[in-house]
């Protein structure tokens, strides 16, 4: 089969996903209005303002959640620590002796 002598058009860049949102007229001027006082296009704004709360919302649901008797066990093994086991002296006295 034989190729087209055809040149081929280079292919575009692809800019990334699209995303698109109604709005009232309030809420886009107010968007605007923000966006020009931080110099960013609203586009630049929108996304940037969204990316951070979305981050925040992931970060906050990824931390540990103690209960209140989950808390007084952390704080108890905290103030009051168990004795140390015969290994973990072995392991402190090979570390003060070899630094390791």
């Given amino acids: 089969m034989m190729r087209s002598s055809k040149p081929t058009r280079p292919r575009r860049r692809q800019k990334g996903a699209h995303l698109a949102a109604r709005v009232s007229f309030e809420q886009k001027a107010l968007f605007k209005k923000a966006a020009t006082i931080e110099g960013k296009t609203l586009t ?57």
């Avoid at 704004?45 to 959640?65: D, G, N, P, W």
């Avoid at 620590?81 to 392991?91: G, I």
């Fill in 44 to 100: 630049e704004f929108l996304v940037r303002s969204a990316q951070e709360k979305a981050q925040a919302i992931v970060q906050a649901q990824t931390f540990m959640k103690l209960t209140a008797r989950d808390s007084e066990i952390l704080v108890n093994a905290l103030l009051n620590p168990p004795a140390p086991n015969k290994r973990l002296l072995a392991e402190a006295k090979r570390f003060k002796r070899t630094g390791l």
